[in-house]
């Protein structure tokens, strides 16, 4: 054990006897039961709004919606006159449950060490008691989709709830293996190399990546002879060319994240000449290639919105009004943060987007339907439907709005308690008492 572990241990130990003398911070456990939900103004994102109804949660999903919905016997009514329900928020892109302290690296389990390492899971290295967590869910976020980065291929990112005990029990059906596009830029300021020099790094990284896709189509061949054989197959163990195996199949998803136009138009071209299934994640420079995104018919998940422009020449703008501009040439898209202690801040994300071009109605579809969508999970997320999974928040306004306030939220029937790491340090300090006399 090295003299920097020795001294964090020392630390931890401290402050775990101190413990002792300070009152535990402790949050109240979700509850679930059948709840009726009443005289609310309820956005269901599909089928248009309801004036004065009422939504009834049982089992975990949503029984029923609409106005004048008779409450069932021994349900909880909850009396929402003047409140708003929607949707629980989709997050499209975090690394929430995956960081704790960006400051201290062993609080970090999102970016491994290697270039090729598809099969690592991120889901498996979600920690379900984040404190990041319940400050996320309280704004109204229940789902995100929790990413690995690093190398070229760093691992499959997972789509979790915002509740739950284990990552099995969040796990929200849905896992993507992550590609980081090769840049043609370079990287950060103090980048030295001529546009020589990166050209030629631009085209051996493209090369590996054939590579690695070729030998995934021959790995997956392989497989596929065997099967058709009966035969078990001849390989040695590859967990890397296993995880990229339903990918080269055109079975799953491939996330590629890339946001230079001129890359952009490389991958698209890349994804065509491969029949890959992808989706294009950060695309920052998007709406400047937005036509061509369109024409291939692949979504985005775009983000972050409150950002700065990639280049000096633009607008300050240019990244609020990105989200619009790509809604408006005809592309999917769905709204992230790529945040980790920042996911709260989505609703603000999707307001700038609204401001700038993409509007109200498209922004609460992009962190609601369209994502669900995107990840193949519409049939449980995104709206309110009777027989979805009751994920909801009760607000007194417009959740885009700062000065609004989420009053409820439920996770798959769950009502989760209104608290948070936050919230109770607001709570400590906001009435103190005189400290102790010497």
Known sequence: MNYKNSISIALLLAACLLQGNVKAQLMSKAVKGTFALTHATIHTITKGDIQDGTVVI?????????AGIATPAGAQVI???????YPGLIDAGTHLGLSEVSSVSLTEDYNEIGDLIPEMQALTAVNPNSA??????????????????????????ALIDLNGYTPDQMYAGFKVVVLNWPSSGGFGRFDRRSPEDRKKAEEKALKDLNAYWDQAKEFAALDAAAKKSGQPRKTDYNPAMEALMPVVN???????????????LSALRWIKEKKAKAILGGV???????DSIAAAGIPVLVGPVIDLP????????APYANPGKLKAAGVKIAI?????????????????AAAYGLGKEEALKAVT?????????????GSIEKGKRADLIVTDGDPFETKTNIEKVFIQGWEVPMDSRHIQLYNEFLDRQPGLKK
Request: charged share 25%.
């Open 132 to 157: 990041a967590i319940p400050v996320t869910r309280v704004n109204g976020v229940t789902t995100v989709l929790t990413m690995p980065s690093g190398g070229r291929f760093p691992g499959t990112a």
């Open 58 to 66: 049982q089992d975990g999903k949503i029984q029923a919606v609409g």
């Open 284 to 290: 920052s420079e998007g709406w400047r290639v937005a």
């Open 79 to 85: 009396d929402c006159t003047g409140k708003e329900i």
């Open 310 to 317: 990639t280049r000096p020449s633009d607008r300050y703008d």
């Open 336 to 352: 992230r943060t790529m945040q980790t202690e920042n996911v709260r801040n989505l609703p603000y994300h999707a307001g700038f």
């Open 369 to 381: 339907i369209y994502p669900a969508e995107i990840f193949g999970v519409a049939d449980q997320l």
């Open 250 to 264: 055109g079975e799953a998803s491939l996330l590629i994240e890339v946001n230079k136009d001129k890359d952009i």
